[in-house]
């Protein structure tokens, strides 16, 4: 989220919520690259990650007049967020599922030794770099909503204990408790089964033409690699212990600026009718 202190935050929604278009689109562009990514966390893919960035960005903005300042204003787009993205059901995993027992099994017994050269002409390194950040999403989507939400808040955005239990609507402790676990859940696995980071089998470099072959990556279209970087999206960090070096492990936090088609949207949004609709709410 951009550097803009709560009073000056306030002072653009009172504008906004007037009527004033430039105050809108100066909120709405604090906030985009951290529900672009949180987003795409939760949800595994770019394209389920705009859809849903979509209708968070218009739920705040038809809400917008309903935030009395009572939590700072990045507490709040999180709570929007991760509710809205918790009763998400429209991304590819929730159609189909993964756990950390069909990922290792798969990783086991999976024959890429079998599989002929997809890379269509494509470096071999830019390829793996990407199979590696698409590997990060698809590991998250073997934890359960709630848990997958609490790593994220937790080892992505570092939320202080506290802000994390009000927007998951949990205590502190018990937050801290479950991020814990969850996080040596995820360690234990990235140990076992990983050769770049741990003592397993799976190294990218082996499995970057079988990946192709099952839907993982596309030459075509290298999502993560060709992706822009942005700096870190948020600070709410409090008092947030550092649990484990699992963040600096691995890439679960490699941030990225918001898709051209995100921004295209909301310069429609903004140019056209449904603007008035809003102003006039």
């Known amino acids: 989220m951009k550097n803009i202190t ?4 306030q002072a653009l929604i009172d504008k906004a919520v007037a009527g004033d278009k430039n105050s809108l689109e100066t909120i709405i562009l604090s906030v985009q690259d951290l529900v672009f ?27 917008l007049s309903s935030f009395k300042g009572e939590s700072s204003f990045s507490t709040w787009i999180f709570s929007i967020a991760v509710n809205h993205l918790k009763n998400y059901k429209k991304h590819m995993f929730a159609k189909f599922p993964l756990s950390f027992e ?9 024959k890429i030794d079998d599989v002929p050269d997809l890379t269509q002409n494509v470096e071999k390194s830019i390829l793996e770099e990407e199979l590696k950040l698409s590997c990060t999403n ?11 939400c609490i790593f994220i808040l937790g080892t992505m955005f570092k939320v202080d204990s506290r802000i994390a239990g009000d927007i998951l609507e949990i205590t502190p402790e018990a937050y801290r408790q479950r991020l ?11 140990r076992e089964y990983c050769g770049e980071y741990g003592n397993g089998k799976c190294h990218c ?35 947030m212990e550092d649990i484990d070096g699992l ?7 490699k941030t990225y ?3 051209v088609s995100l921004k295209e949207f909301i310069q429609k949004f903004l140019d056209g009718t449904s603007f008035s609709v809003i102003k006039n709410a």
């Open 138 to 148: 698809v590991m998250l989507q073997c934890l359960d909503t709630e848990s997958r």
């Open 257 to 259: 600026q918001s898709p």
């Open 102 to 110: 069909f990922y290792g099994e798969d990783i086991k017994n999976g």
């Open 205 to 239: 470099a082996n499995r970057v033409n079988y990946a192709i072959q099952n839907h993982r990556i596309n030459p075509a279209q290298l999502d993560f690699t060709t992706a822009i970087p942005t700096e870190t999206l948020v600070e709410v960090k409090e008092a």
């Open 180 to 190: 814990s676990r969850i996080r040596n859940k995820m360690a234990d696995f990235l």
């Open 37 to 63: 990514n949180l987003s795409l966390r939760m949800l595994g893919t770019f394209q389920d990650a705009e859809d849903a960035s979509q209708d968070i960005l218009l739920k705040m903005i038809t809400h």
């Open 247 to 253: 963040s600096q492990e691995f890439s679960f936090c």
């Open 6 to 9: 709560n009073e000056e935050m």
